[in-house]
């Protein structure tokens, strides 16, 4: 079986997050949603929210489950069994970064990073963004599902 993971923060899930994921559950025989938890990290939601958003996201994918992990991604990886890691990039800059994150990774244990090219349309698309731009009162509700933006405006809405 071909075990992948696709790891990240989802704080919150977006449409571009959701993109990557079904693309690569059509490539593997399974799909892992790795979301990091990082205590250290200030974060609008917590894993455990986090989770039941990307759960209900990915409910059309048989073959998509959603873990958290703490630590070191490949730990998680050897862990459960995933031979790779799928990350979106969005532009050149992504791949600098996620280039030296998948030699890293390489060097720690036999896990392959594959590289999937953000669709046009979510290739500006991050949580950061999508947060400030609520934050400040703008539509994001075509950047992220119906049930996210419910969460998001709710919990914004308690933080002002």
Do not use: W
Not at 35 to 41: D, F, I, T
Not at 135 to 160: I, K, M, N, Q, Y
Request: proline fraction near 4%; charge should be negative.
């Amino acid at each position: 079986m071909r075990r992948a993971a696709c790891p990240g923060s989802f704080d919150p899930v977006t449409n571009g997050h959701i993109d990557i994921i079904s693309r690569a559950s059509t490539l593997f025989d399974e799909v892992v949603v790795a979301v990091g938890v990082n205590a250290s990290k200030q974060r609008l939601f917590t894993a455990e929210e986090r989770i039941e958003m990307l759960t209900e996201s990915c409910a059309p994918y048989a073959n998509v489950s959603i873990a958290s992990f703490d630590g070191l991604l490949t730990t998680f990886c050897l862990e459960h069994g995933v031979a790779a890691i799928v990350k979106g990039l969005r532009a050149v800059s992504d791949f600098d970064y996620e280039l030296q994150m998948a030699q890293m990774n390489s060097s720690l244990a036999p896990i392959e990073t594959v590289f999937v090219p953000t669709s046009p349309e979510y290739s500006f698309l991050a949580s950061s963004l999508v947060k400030e731009v609520a934050r400040f009162g703008g539509d994001v509700s075509s950047l992220v599902p119906a049930h996210v933006l419910t969460r998001l405006t709710a919990r914004l809405a308690e933080r002002s």
